[in-house]
């Protein structure tokens, strides 16, 4: 097996069970499901995506298939992207939510990214070294500080809507609410600007990752969660192990340089 972090072992398992739980329920997976009712041959890509989601996070597993896998993963999302959530954002471009849309995807493409840019055979760095390697890390990262700023800016315009998702036990959920937001513009703008992003990464990745566990967990152990909301933990579980692959890419780095620090050698494994 080849496992370069723990990030990539849990992105890894997410798209296995987000695969599985499509083909068996003959249904998209949370993370796939924006699929209008009357688009054209929906059934088909219901079971496309999911053994897609099977297949290349099974793959991403093993060294013979994992350069392969993580192009094909790689390539999928920025088509999903294309086709899904790009054009929200060209229909409403003054709606905020177009934005944290296409920045749930977008944290699942820097994720698959940096798989790419790791695992990368001779083939793409010869032929498509923009992406991969070194290069193709600090785009991924981009990618990701882009989406912070998306869903930064979602927490102040839909504060009505994040505030009561702050667990009850917490005082000031307006200020949490903020707080949050907050820290994912600044950690945004600290990865694009080369400040701290190892530090900028890691937190906004802890970010989520609470926010699964102190907001969805809760709910799902006293059995109160409606669909929706159990797509919504799904969907925030996806992207806190995405964003832990890219936090993994700064794992060379130092915690508070100015700069952009160099990525691992592609393709080397952590473990």
């Known amino acids: 097996m080849r496992i370069a972090s723990i990030g990539h072992a849990l992105f890894a398992a997410t798209l296995v069970a987000f695969g599985i739980f499509g083909l068996l329920r003959g249904d998209f997976a949370p993370i796939w499901d924006v699929v209008p009712k009357d688009f054209p041959t929906r059934e088909g890509l219901i079971y496309l995506c999911g053994a897609v989601s099977l297949l290349c996070g099974a793959g991403l597993f093993f060294q013979r298939t994992s350069g392969t896998t993580s192009r094909v993963l790689f390539a999928y999302l920025l088509l999903w992207m294309a086709l899904f959530r790009v054009p929200l954002i060209v229909q409403a471009p003054t709606v ?14 820097a994720g698959a990214w940096v798989l790419y840019a790791w695992f990368a055979g001779s083939w793409d760095r010869r032929n498509l070294g923009f992406a991969t390697g070194e290069n193709g890390v600090r785009f991924a990262r981009v990618v990701y500080a882009l989406a912070m700023i998306a869903f930064g800016l979602s927490h102040f315009v839909y504060l009505n809507l994040t505030a009561p998702l702050i667990p009850a036990w917490l005082p000031w959920h307006v200020g949490w609410a903020y707080f949050t ?36 967990v809760p709910l799902m152990a006293a059995g109160l969660m409606s669909a929706g909301q159990r797509s919504e933990f799904a969907i925030s579980w996806a992207l806190t192990a995405a964003a832990w692959v890219v936090a993994d890419s700064y794992r060379d780095g130092p915690w508070l340089a100015a700069g952009f620090a160099v990525a691992r050698q592609p393709g080397t494994p952590f473990a």
């Open 181 to 216: 937001g907050g820290a994912y513009l600044a950690a945004g703008a600290a990865m694009l600007i080369g400040v701290c992003g190892r530090l900028a990464a890691v937190l906004s990745a802890l970010q989520m990752g609470l926010f699964t566990l102190l907001v969805w």
């Open 96 to 109: 905020e939510g177009s934005y944290q849309n296409w920045g749930e995807t977008a944290v699942l493409v």
